[in-house]
């Protein structure tokens, strides 16, 4: 076919060959080696079939490319201690996130204190869901928007592998840095729920909308509703634990005149801390 195309074609023949710096290069000769006749016709339908799309029916099964079944969240997260609760967030398939995942993000604080124990903090910073740097680094707020916590923290004596634990709302990254769904949401709740009841923090952070969402729905009515901007300034409460809601990094360094508000909301959960104490 390719010498009808007028293509030169490399053919081995038995003789005449040349070794040129180890490379066997032989005489085009192909006109010999494959008589015209040797070359089957192709009948048209063969030619149209092979334009058609291939159809689902027609692959192989090594060629089935879909990905492993979802299944449902692991049963007993309620009383997990913290190495399982780990582990059913690193194997989790209850939701369509975990196709497109690198890592998941668990969190990120300090050491525990013994096995099987949660770390003891007294500050939870809650985030919404991991971008594309924390999907492949496996650790909440890296890159811009974690520099920029990571000052908003030094400010007030934290530190991420110290005194503060770190986690998200959701715990994969959603396609294109999207918006997570509610049914994300609701799937990954039960996780940050054992999260903070292994924890027990002091007061908890909330950062941005889905994580004061997440945490509020139970508190406040119809808070989906409300602006960020007006539960903003006062404690909320979450299973007894209060609650600030403010900015998230990400939000703060497109919208600069409010890190203003953002220390303000910071400055509020160090007084209401000290209250508790």
């Given amino acids: 076919m390719l010498a009808e195309m007028n293509i030169p074609v490399w053919w081995p023949p038995a003789a005449a060959e040349a070794e040129v ?3 066997a290069m032989v005489a085009p000769a192909v006109s010999a080696a494959v008589p015209r006749a040797a070359i089957p016709p192709v009948a048209p339908e063969s030619i149209a079939a092979s334009k058609r799309p291939a159809r689902a029916a027609d692959l192989k099964p090594s060629e089935d490319r879909a990905a492993p079944a979802l299944q449902p969240l692991p049963a007993g997260i309620a009383t997990m201690d913290w190495p399982a609760l780990q582990a059913a ?5 209850a939701c369509r996130l975990c196709e497109g995942r690198h890592n998941t993000v668990f969190g990120v604080g300090p050491a525990a204190p013994a096995p099987g124990r949660a770390p003891q903090v007294d500050w939870l910073i809650v985030g919404e869901a991991p971008g594309e740097k924390e999907d492949l680094a ?3 707020f890296v890159g811009p928007a974690g520099k920029l916590l990571d000052n908003m923290l030094k400010a007030i ?7 503060v634990f770190i986690a998200n709302v959701i715990k994969c990254r959603p396609p294109g840095n999207r918006n997570p769904e ?3 949401v609701a799937q990954c709740e039960p996780y940050l729920r ?9 007061i908890i952070l909330a950062m941005g909308r889905f994580a004061v969402n997440a945490l509020l729905q139970a508190t406040v ?3 989906h509703k409300l602006p960020l901007g007006k539960l903003r300034g006062q404690p909320h409460q979450y299973r007894g634990v209060p609650v600030i809601a403010t900015y998230h990094p990400a939000y703060l360094l497109r919208n600069l005149p ?3 508000k953002a220390w303000a909301d910071l400055c509020l959960a160090l007084e209401v801390l000290q209250r508790r104490a």
Wanted: a negative charge.
């Fill in 138 to 140: 496996g650790e909440p």
């Fill in 194 to 202: 054992r999260q903070i009841e292994l924890l027990e923090p002091k």
């Fill in 89 to 93: 967030v690193a194997g989790c398939r």
């Fill in 182 to 184: 509610p049914g994300e």
């Fill in 221 to 223: 009515p119809e808070v």
């Fill in 21 to 23: 710096e180890g490379i």
């Fill in 157 to 163: 004596g934290l530190d991420r592998h110290a005194n």
């Fill in 258 to 260: 409010d890190k203003a």
